[in-house]
Each structure stands twice: as structure tokens, then as C-alpha cells.
């Protein structure tokens, strides 16, 4: 069902609009574009006061053989998935009683939303990702909750590969299956479907053509009011780069292909066309969500690997708390990222994941961060608290103090952030104390071989069993009862010791000594 | 289940926790509180470097006859709620199979929460409400959806009245039931249970007796750090007055008993006794939740009612947006009112009430408002967006919209906000242009009769049916589509038309002429 038609759009708004019609020419000096009518082959010329680009992105078909093989599909449109469900249907028929494969390249958004669906439908489910972790736009720890999630769905996870060449499956009777080849060499089983999940590009070769400037990337370049630089010629949506107003530099630009800044992108230039607004465009943050099975994922801003690669400083908190308060049932856990800078308080960006209250914690945090707030802006913060829906400290404000208790230099910590536990551990004097109870230890297992126990209750009577001098990394099993530990060891003079940010909820059984690492 | 006891707290933290222990004198010139241990009747004197009351407010119980009787709760705490179970056990097993009558004497927050408790346990309820709508801290029309819930729950609603007396029911066997007169004169049915929801006062008298200001409503008087005038004295939580960060006056202040803000109190004042962190509180903003049956109803800020109390510019905008986007299965409306300045785009407050997503676009709202954002702010603010969470337009960007255009002069509006609809409707000239489409008015039934009726596809070919000069509102089904037509009559020259905000989905048909009122 279509929101509206051109027929409803005549009527209400008086526009004049052509379905099934494409812009194969633009010419800037006598300010028209030639459109050709899709079905008949004829072209109009059609001239213009003002043209606004939102010609939007397309999937990504990387230039491999047999990317053109049947079978295999990107998603755009409604028109690219009733040919999906009509293939599945097709091969489904064909196939009777054995189960369809399909090939899911690429690990994003649409990949993952694709993956649930296919399965939904009886598939088996390859995804192949280039990267070491599904998800990029999440850091890896975060990442892992999810594929942990593919995998016990059955889905075959394949990360740190990349599709090489699609071919002919010789093992099938059926020409249109493919065998999938990957850079390690691999080759997947014969599937009926591959499906390209692999990111969008700009299809600006056209646009760049007509002499309106584009970026190497195909990006149209527009100003912050959305203008290009050729006069009466506008842009805007997953075709064009915007500002990243998380960076210092004002003039640093990234592409980020959501709808809500499409939409908002698209009211600003009808204001700055028709009113003469001159309304500037603040930069995208990259807030975004997606669902997979029962969990939500939902991040905003920058992510440890970007900072990482601008040389920026940052500082990672992570916090476990629960979708609303313990004591009322229905509450989930929330796995929360909070990552600042540690010398201004400046939040970089945010990550969650679980399967309530997950993205209305990351869009409080969005809103901070377009509001110019800091971490200790965050652990003040006022937000609703009902029994069923909250908590007194919600989870923004937990990881608002864990924050602000780094920043404020009440704790240090080792954990994904500027000092990892990886790192330290090469240092095979540094000891594990872990502060949960001995029947939490039992239930799940120490962290990590050689960790010592003192349960955080005693260790103000049993502190003589630890080295004033020694260096300790202080865990529990979501770090709040650490960061106890930690204090209370700082007050008696303990100078060598770190509070490990997530603990065991973030960790688990991940801890090594390099020494032990096969 | 208790979060600590007083031997884990020694334990972890080294603290002196007495329980069931009163402190009944302080003297801050020794600086010292007596303190009478509950059980025992022994006193104790305690010595104190820094003082923090954290007392809490009680119930308010009207000073009423038969405000005693047996079967009048109130409910504080967790012995409270365990005595009520316990009546209610006992009353039920007395009845048999006649049905426990309840009377709540309040409707707000916890009174609402008992009533939904009250229904599970098979009683019939009646709530009273001084006020003429339940559910103060939300504007009446907000109030209104609330209220048919409850009554659809089969809950009999009272409001405009108030419990004059509780007098012992003589219609009834039972010496302890109890028949409540009204302020009216109108007598309820006998009944076997009293529920006071009237509200919370603190109870300061000791500590105005040891010489700490408190305000003329028992409200300790504290500074911006949360200290008393009284050296080493400290206040938090439910007790104190906070300042009101909404108002051009930094020095007005309101009480607003909420747990989130008390726990962060508690948080800086212990930061200021032991950190010297001087930190300072920036007030209450009043972000609040109920859930209430299957409705969530959550607000922040100021309300119509405090605005006009306190003589401050105001408009309002209602928009009834669908918690997520519309295609995908399961969407729950929210009906959503913000409230703002139009001279300035400041903020004052929202208000939502719906199934889903309810709290979250006010938790948007609230931190946008500690942001200092203005309205236009929330026209553009990017949230998460994916089918299953939300909008490309997420319902806080279409209020932002909506109020957007009013501050710009966009639109004119009449509803509940400066210019009033009742009051419009006053001008016999003013006629209803209702721009749905017949089938819709059809299932409905006509917003007012004598509404005019030309779909908004249609305006445009009809405009000769209209005048001109003549003074039309203009409404549709939420007030989106009445936009679109007060844009298009504007162009054509109309002088004197409105939009309503809000349109049907908030007005319904309760509007009337004036003469049309019996």
C-alpha cells in the first residue's frame, strides 16, 4: 500500500508527479532536466527554478564473477523483495521437502533483518561478513551479544570472510543454484539464494556528469543548507555527505544513509526554497536501531573502532542495568556502552543491547548529545520512573556516574576503552580479584583461571590476604560492587589497582594471559 | 525483599544503620540527634559532623471526621501494603460471595495505581477526586482518555467532589464498614475499605522545632548544594523544596516528591559532604510515568493549568502519532501534547498517554528540556528509527513540527492552548470545515453538527463553496490534514481561518455552541 499516489498528490497538493520516470540528463545552464518515461521510452525535457536531488543510494553489487547469476538479490525496494518472496516461493515449490539455502553477504542492518526473515521461511541461513564481527556500526563485544543470538537461531555465522566469486553449484540438478567462493579459499554449500546486504553507494554518475560536484565516493557535495554549488540545484538524503558535529573539525563530512535525517533533510530545503528560510542542517549522529529475533540493538555516534582511527581521545563505560526496576517481573537486562571523552566529558556515542528498553536509552542519549550535554549531564539526568517502565536511576544515569566517577578520577578501569584488560594481562603480575560471592563464582565459573575471590562484603576483614603493592584488576559480575571494592582498597592505600568495566556481564569467560593463548 | 540489611551495609560500606529507630530531637548547636529505638522506648544520643535529613513526606490525611476509622489506609510503604492485603483478605473471606466495596479518596498517581490493584482483586471501586478531572500533574482533554479507561473498567469515577466525612455505614452488619459523605451532600455505598491517595506533605515539625527553616507547607528550605541555613545540616528527597528550572525566576520553587530526583540528591549531597564537590542541583523538571491498565500516561514540565496560574505565555500542539511506523504490525497511538512558549520556542512541558512508546518520547522531551533546546530543536531532533521502534518521523519530530509552525507564523490554531476553542465557538460566525473524507464523518459521526464537509483533496476544485472573508475552524481526523488545508485556503487569501489542534482525534465530540448547552 502506497502512503499516496500522483493522483492523491494532484488533488492535495497541486504537484506534479511522474511514477516510472527517470532523469537521464540534466542541464544546469538552461536549468532543465530530460526524463524518460521508463515504459515507453519517451523523453521530455522539463524545466526547473529550483531542483532538489534525492535520488537516494543503491545496494552495492561489488565487481565480482557471477554477481549477475540468477538468484541472487539487494533490497531497496517493494518491487525488489516481491521478486525475493516470489523466487523463495519458486525454489521452495521446486525443492519439496528439502530446505532452501540462502547466502546472506554482509552483516549490517539489512542483512541481519533479512537473516530473521529468511528463517522465518525455513531456510538455512548462511551470513558471511567481511569484518571480525557482525554489525559494524556496534564495537565487537557488544556485536557478540547478537551473533551469539544467530547462532543458537541456527544460522551459520561466517565472519572475517568475503564473498569471491558466485558459480555454477555442480553438486545440484538445478543450473540456478550457486556455490559461493570466499577469500579464505572456502566454499559454501549450493544455495538457491544469495542475497547482497553489503551497503549502499550513491548512483551519481549522471549527476556528476552535469558538472554538480560529487565526492570520490559518488557523495553529492551540499553546503549545510543543503545547497551544491551550482546555483538553484539542492540535495539531500542518502545521496548527499552531511557535517559530523561530533568532531572538532566543523568541515569533516561522513555519509549516513538513515531515513529519519532523509526526512528532516527534506522539510529544510522545502523551507529554504519556499520561504527563503536559510535553515542549516546540525550533522547526523548516526542514531539507529534494529531488531533481531527478541533482542533490539541501538547505538548513536561514534564507535570505539572510529575514534580509534581519528586519534581521538576516548573512554568506554559499560553498565548492565535492567529495562525497569528488578522488583516489578517483566524486566530485561540492557547491556550499555557509554563512550566520552575522559578529559572534557564529551560523549562520543552509545551502544545497547537487549530486548526492552533498548533504543529509548540510545535516543535519550541522542538527544543529549544535540543537546551539548556531558556524561555528568547524563547522571543527573531527569527521566520518568514508574515500576513498570523505569527505574529511580535509570540506566542513563548509571552510566552517566560510572562515567563521571572516570572522568572525575574516583576510579580508573581496564576495559575496551584507552587501557584494555588484554593489554594488561601481558603484565603477568597483575592479579584478577574477583568480588562476587563464592555461589555466584560456582554458578557461572571464574572469570578467569587464577582469579582470587574475596566476596565484597569482606574485604575490609580479610584485606591483610591481599599485597598493598600488588597490581589487581577488580571484578564482580557487572562492575558496580568492583567499583566498591576498588574504593575501599584505594582508602586503605592500595596504589596499583583498576576497576574492570562490565565485569563478568560484559567478559564472561573471554579473559586470557596471552601465555595461555593456544 | 530488602536491597540491604543493615549487617550487609556494615559489612560493604562500614555503615551504622539503625532500624526502627526515631530520631525525635536534634540539636544542631551540639550537633547531636536523640534517637528512640521503636521497640524498646530507649534513647540514645548521637553525635554528627554533617547532618543529612532525608525524611520523606507522609501521606496526607484530612483532618475529617472518622478519618480513623478502622479500614482507612494510606500507603507509604511495604507494612502499609501488607496491612491492606491483609484487610482485604479478611473483609473478602467475611463477604463470601458478595462483592468488597473499596472507596480511593484521590486521583493521582497512587490512587490510579490502587485502583488497578483493587479491580484484580474483584472489588467494586469508586474513586473520589476534589478536582474536575483525575490525574492533576495532565491537562484535562489528556486526563479525559485515562478517565474513560476507568470507567470502561467498570471503576466508579467521582470528580469534582471531596470525602467530607467517613461515617460508620448503619445499612450494614459489619461494624466496621464505613459510609463516606461528599463535600455534595451525595453519600457512597456502604463500604470496606478507605484508600487515602490524597498526596504526600512532609512531616517536619521536629526538625522546625530544632531551629531549620522550613517553608509554611513543612517543606525544609535548602540552597542550591542542599544544605539548610544551619551549619552542617543537609536536606534531600520528598522533604525539601527544589528550584523550578522552567521559570525566569531562579529563585521559585515547587515540590515534586519523585524517587529519581531524591536518589540523585542523595547522590551530590554526599559528594558535597565528602568530596567538597560543591556540586549544585539544577531543579526538578517533574518527569513522571503511571501505568494504568493496558494506557501508559506520562508528562514533564508545566501543565495549561500552572501556565495560566502563573500568567506565562503558552500554546499547545496535540498530535496523535502511532508509537511505531504505521506498516509494520502492532503500532499503538499515542495521543501527545507539547506545551511551549510561542514568543520564545522554550519548552514548558509534554504529555502522553497511549500503549507503547509512551514514556520514551517524554523522556526525549524531558532530557531536551535539561538540553535547553526550543522546539524548532525538536523539529529536527534525530531519534532511532526502524519499523518495529519508531517513525522516520518519530512522534516528538511531528510535535516539533507542529509547533514549529505556529511560532513561525505558519499556522494559526485554536484548541486548548491561548486561544481557546470553547471560546471561538462563541462567535456564531465561526463555521467548522471538517476536510475528512465523507466515509470517515460517516463512521464517526460529525465533529460538531453543523460542520461543513469538503474532503481536503477536494479543496482546491470546491473553493467557490467557501467565503472568503468568512471565519472558518478547520479539523480533520488529528489535524495534519487541516494544516494542509489551512495552507491552501491561506494562499487563496482566507483571513480569518484556524486550524484545531488536535482535531477529532482529541476533541471527539465534545464540541458545542454555547447555545447549544443545556
Keep these: 500500500m502506497s502512503v499516496q499516489t500522483p493522483q492523491s498528490l494532484r488533488a492535495r497538493l497541486n504537484l506534479d508527479v511522474r511514477v516510472n520516470t527517470r532523469v537521464v540528463k540534466i542541464d544546469t545552464a538552461k536549468k532543465n532536466v530530460t526524463a524518460r518515461d521508463e515504459s515507453t521510452g519517451a523523453e521530455a525535457v522539463i524545466s526547473y527554478d529550483e531542483l532538489v536531488l534525492a535520488v537516494g543510494a543503491e545496494p552495492f553489487k561489488p565487481p565480482i564473477p557471477g554477481i549477475d547469476r540468477p538468484g541472487n538479490f539487494a533490497l531497496r525496494n517493494l518491487q525488489d523483495m516481491d521478486s525475493i518472496v516470489g523466487w523463495i516461493d519458486k525454489k521452495q515449490k521446486a525443492l519439496k521437502d528439502e530446505k532452501m539455502h540462502c547466502i546472506v ?44 543470538d ?42 538457491q539464494m544469495v542475497i547482497l546486504g553489503l551497503g549502499v553507494r550513491p548512483d551519481t554518475k549522471m549527476i556528476a556528469d552535469a558538472g554538480i560536484p560529487c565526492t570520490p565516493r559518488g557523495h553529492i557535495v551540499v553546503d549545510d543548507e543543503m545547497k551544491t554549488s551550482v546555483a538553484n540545484v539542492w540535495a539531500v538524503g542518502d545521496a548527499i555527505e552531511v557535517n559530523n558535529p561530533m568532531l572538532p573539525d566543523p568541515e569533516e563530512r561522513w555519509a549516513v544513509p538513515l531515513a529519519g535525517p532523509a526526512n528532516r533533510q527534506g522539510r529544510m530545503v522545502a523551507d529554504n526554497i519556499f520561504l527563503n528560510a536559510k535553515r542549516k542542517y546540525k550533522g547526523t549522529y548516526g542514531a539507529s536501531v534494529v531488531r533481531m529475533f527478541k533482542n533490539i540493538a541501538s547505538c548513536v555516534g561514534m564507535n570505539e573502532k572510529m575514534l580509534k582511527a581519528k586519534g581521538l581521545p576516548f573512554e568506554s563505560v559499560h553498565v548492565h542495568p535492567g529495562s525497569h526496576a528488578g522488583y516489578f517481573p517483566g524486566a530485561k537486562a540492557i547491556n550499555f556502552k557509554l563512550i566520552f571523552n575522559p578529559q572534557t566529558g564529551q560523549i562520543w556515542g552509545a551502544q545497547a543491547v537487549g530486548e526492552d528498553g ?3 536509552r540510545i535516543d535519550v542519549i541522542a538527544t543529549a548529545m544535540q543537546g551539548g550535554m556531558l556524561v555528568e549531564d547524563l547522571a543527573n539526568l531527569e527521566l520518568c520512573y514508574a515500576p513498570p517502565v523505569g527505574s529511580a536511576k535509570d540506566p542513563v544515569n548509571m552510566a ?22 588484554q593489554e594488561l594481562l601481558k603484565d603477568p603480575q597483575v592479579k584478577i580479584l574477583d568480588v562476587r560471592n563464592p555461589s555466584e563464582i560456582e554458578a557461572t565459573g571464574p572469570i578467569m583461571e587464577g582469579a582470587i575471590n574475596i566476596p565484597l562484603n569482606d574485604i575490609r576483614s580479610r584485606i591483610d590476604e591481599l599485597d598493598k603493592d600488588g597490581k589487581y584488576v577488580i571484578t564482580c559480575l557487572s562492575g ?27 567478559w564472561g569467560h573471554t579473559l586470557t594471559r596471552p601465555s595461555d593463548a593456544k
Tied chains: 1, 2.
Design 150 to 191: 544467530l547462532v543458537d537461531a541456527g544460522v551459520n555465522v561466517v565472519t572475517g570472510d568475503a564473498i569471491k566469486e558466485i558459480r555454477q553449484a555442480v553438486a545440484s540438478s538445478d543450473p540456478e543454484a550457486s556455490e559461493v567462493v570466499l577469500g579464505s579459499g572456502r566454499v559454501l554449500p549450493p544455495s
Design 358 to 360: 533498548v533504543e529509548k
Design 400 to 421: 552517566g556516574m560510572a562515567a563521571q566517577n572516570l572522568v572525575e578520577g574516583l576510579v580508573t578501569q581496564v576495559g575496551t576503552g584507552a587501557r584494555t584488560i
Design 105 to 148: 553477504a554482509g552483516a549490517g542492518f539489512v542483512g541481519l533483518e533479512m537473516v530473521e526473515q529468511l528463517l522465518r521461511r525455513n531456510m538455512t541461513v548462511f551470513v558471511v561478513e567481511m569484518m571480525p564481527q557482525i554489525l559494524g556500526p556496534l564495537d565487537p563485544e557488544m556485536a557478540a551479544i547478537l551473533e551469539r
Design 480 to 506: 558496580q560492587r568492583g567499583y566498591y571494592a576498588y574504593r575501599t582498597l584505594k582508602q586503605k592505600g592500595f596504589k596499583h589497582i583498576d576497576n574492570l568495566s562490565g565485569a563478568y556481564k560484559t
